[in-house]
C-alpha cells in the first residue's frame, strides 16, 4: 500500500494526519455546514480546499510531496467520506430535534417522517 495509498515510510504518518487530523476537520466542516442549512455541494467545495491543506502538512512535516495528484485525491477522498458522514450525522440530529412532530429517526444517518 505503500506508495500507491501514501507516500510515508509509516502507514501511522498517513493515519495520523489525513485520517486523524484531517479527518476532524472534514467532520467539523460538514457538522458546520449541516448547521448552517448549507447544501452539499458547498461542503464539496470547502473539503477541496481542505484536501490541499493536508497535502501541505505532509509536505511540511514529512517532506511528502506537495502537488501530487495521485496522494491529493487520495487525501481528499478520505476526506470527503468523513465530510458527508459528519454532515448527514448532524442533518439528521437537527431533522428530528427541530422538527420532532414530524420526523423520527430511521438510522444514525437517517429520518423518516413519523406514521
Request: hydrophobic share 50%.
Amino acid at each position: 500500500m505503500q506508495g500507491i495509498l501514501y507516500e510515508e515510510q509509516s502507514v501511522w504518518q498517513f493515519f495520523f494526519i489525513t485520517c486523524l487530523l484531517g479527518g476532524w476537520a472534514a467532520w467539523m466542516t460538514g457538522r458546520a455546514c449541516a448547521l448552517t442549512w448549507r447544501t452539499p455541494v458547498n461542503l464539496f467545495v470547502y473539503v477541496l480546499g481542505l484536501g490541499i491543506a493536508v497535502r501541505f502538512i505532509h509536505h511540511a512535516l514529512f517532506d511528502g510531496t506537495m502537488f501530487a495528484l495521485q496522494y491529493y485525491v487520495v487525501d481528499t477522498v478520505v476526506l470527503m467520506v468523513l465530510g458527508f458522514l459528519g454532515y448527514r450525522y448532524t442533518r439528521t440530529k437537527q431533522m428530528v430535534t427541530q422538527y420532532r412532530w414530524l420526523y423520527e429517526r430511521s438510522s444514525l444517518l437517517g429520518w423518516r417522517p413519523k406514521a
